[in-house]
């Protein structure tokens, strides 16, 4: 394994195997719970720690460009930092000041799991290829700041002052920064921006009791003259994942709230013509990547955006204003970059990761400016999330997903609570509370997430569009967290009857002709696909022939004798 922590119980727990890992899952939900609820003395911790890695051997100038390098995959260089572990009772941090100011490690508790990627070993790659700011680069993985240059900047492999600005049983703050001074004369010369003087500070917090935390950035300009920059905080993101063997699988999605990406670069432009808008839905899965890959996304519309690995549901997410940061960047080295062997340098770092990344500007080489003598800054919260097959709204405090099952007429939720020994109460209604309400209870403390569905009565609701909504309040009866999801609802299908068989045919010319076959009564109705009732007969004739407003996909549904059956046709 590539983190090695200065406590050994750690080391031993990050190589319990997979079967081993699922009952820690249940013993740790259970453990936590019972913890804080008879411990007084629960907290938020630091300590020190040292960490090893590797990577293919090579040695460096003064200014950190490449000097030599080693292609022998049995030529593996040891490295070690020193670093810094910030841990509650839901999650745990890795801190590595001296290697580009970056959170390494995230761990939530209560699964045992990582959601960042650490690379097994490294490998000096996109060497003299005009790619990045030293003609090289190498992977590591992580969360972290890369300024005043795009294309992870100057500082990924620089160290950067570090200071413990607050240590508190109920907080833990750790500032690092670093000043940009230096200049690689070498850069390629897209890489413009020169010695800017500008001061980046991050401020990484660990709440007690949240298994969310907060990721401060502050920029500073202290010269007498506006200056040009960038600046992007990089994610290299793998929820669910064992330590020790991070990687996405393929059935990773990003989940972002946007409709469009515009397209840059792409091997073959398998992504898309380059500047030109395609549907999100082309890429937000791992395996839609046939290759690496750069896109950006096009009009966020609100404040989160994450991943989540769907062989366990497990999920990790950036939450932010973005009203500094409203650039978005999708990074993947393709769906056949799955298990690779790091120590093959012939790999040059390519592995199952998915990188995001949240930038000043909408695209890299596209400078910001700060005005002279200012400064900018903004707030950055990363939480887990278990349990939830997509995320519909979220804030520090908590993350909802609203679920229709048509089938079975059931509504129902997914939620997660970053504070989970607090109290709340939810409720989930249609349209408004006095309408229909399913559900107004206190939340139980689930650290692996709380997932309900409610059974819609028949006769409570009308067929056709509805807006389920869902409100999470405090203990001061304060609304803390909201969704609301508009789902269109069609009459519920019951069990096939004998004496209900009917055929229904397509006529074309917006016709469909129903075929009846028990001489009996009928009731029919059409709906449209918007749940709308279009069309309404009774008939006791054996065909019937209903003209319909338009082509498209309707829902036929018959009654008679106090029976139902429902079907679907597509008229065309």
């Known amino acids: 394994m590539q983190l090695s922590y200065s406590d050994k119980s750690y080391l031993h727990y990050c190589r319990i195997n997979q079967s081993v890992m699922k009952i820690k899952i249940f013993f740790w939900s259970i453990l936590f719970v019972v913890a804080f609820s008879f411990c007084g003395n629960s907290q938020v911790v630091i300590r020190d720690t040292v960490i090893q890695w590797q990577h293919h051997s090579f040695e460096l100038n003064a200014d950190h460009g490449l000097k030599s390098y080693s292609t022998n995959d049995e030529d593996i260089q040891q490295v070690q930092f020193n670093g810094k572990v910030i841990e509650n009772e839901l999650i745990r941090l890795v801190l590595v000041p001296e290697y580009g100011g970056r959170v390494l490690s995230f761990v939530y ?14 490998s000096p790659y996109g060497i003299n290829e005009g790619n990045f700011y030293y003609n090289w680069l190498m992977v590591w993985g992580g969360i972290f700041p890369t300024f005043p240059e795009p294309e992870h900047g100057k500082t990924w492999l620089l160290s950067w002052d570090y200071n413990v600005l607050k240590n508190t049983p109920d907080t833990v703050s750790i500032s690092m920064d670093y000043t940009d001074t230096s200049r690689f004369s070498g850069a390629p010369g897209k890489f413009n921006n020169g010695i800017t003087g500008l001061t980046c500070q991050v401020k990484v917090s660990v709440y007690k009791g949240s298994s969310a935390w907060d990721f401060e950035v502050k920029l500073l300009n202290n010269k007498d003259q506006s200056v040009n920059y960038e600046y992007w905080t990089c994610t290299t993101l793998t929820p669910g994942s064992e330590p020790g063997e991070t990687a996405s699988p393929l059935s990773s999605e990003m989940v972002v709230p946007v409709e469009q990406y515009r397209a840059d670069w792409s091997p073959d432009s398998w992504i898309g013509s380059y500047g030109s808008l395609y549907d999100f839905s082309r890429i937000n899965q791992l395996h839609e990547w046939n290759d690496m890959g750069i896109a950006y996304a096009h009009n966020l519309n609100s404040n989160f955006w994450g991943v ?8 990790v997410f950036r939450i932010a204003e973005n009203i500094e940061t409203p650039g978005m960047k999708f990074w993947t080295w393709g769906k056949n970059n799955v298990d690779n062997n790091m120590f093959d340098f012939s790999n040059g770092g390519a592995d199952n990761y998915i990188e995001l990344w949240a930038g000043v500007s909408g695209s890299f080489f596209s400078d910001a400016a700060i005005l002279a003598n200012a400064s900018k800054s903004w707030k950055e919260t990363y939480s887990p999330t278990v349990g939830m097959n997509s995320v519909l709204a979220m804030n520090s405090l908590g ?4 679920i229709w099952k048509q089938e079975s007429w059931q509504l129902g939720y997914e939620l997660n609570v970053y504070q989970p020994f607090n109290e709340y ?3 989930l209604f249609f349209d408004d509370e006095t309408k229909l309400e399913l559900a107004n209870k206190t939340l139980s403390n689930n650290l692996l997430g709380n997932t309900e569905l409610f059974t819609v009565a028949t006769n409570a609701i009308e067929p056709g569009q509805h807006l389920a909504r869902f409100k999470m309040y405090n203990s001061q009866n304060d609304l803390v967290l909201e969704a609301s999801k508009e789902i269109n609802i069609y009459p519920l299908t019951l069990a096939e009857k004998q004496n209900l068989n009917y055929k229904v045919k397509n006529q074309g010319d917006k016709t469909i002709e129903l075929e009846l076959f028990d001489g009996m009564a009928y009731e029919v109705r059409v709906y449209n ?17 209903i003209q319909l407003p338009q082509n498209g996909m309707y829902i036929i549904q018959l009654i008679t004798n106090g029976e139902q059956r429902t079907s679907k046709i597509l008229v065309f």
Not at 109 to 122: D, F
Not at 538 to 544: F, G, K, Y
């Open 399 to 402: 993350a909802v997903n609203i």
């Open 529 to 545: 696909a918007t749940g709308r009732l279009v069309a309404q007969k009774v008939t006791t004739d054996s065909r019937l022939q």
């Open 425 to 427: 109460r939810m409720v």
């Open 308 to 315: 989540i690995n769907h062989e366990n549901n497990e999920g």
């Open 109 to 122: 508790k209560p699964t045992g799991h990582e959601n960042l990627y650490q690379s097994a070993c490294g």
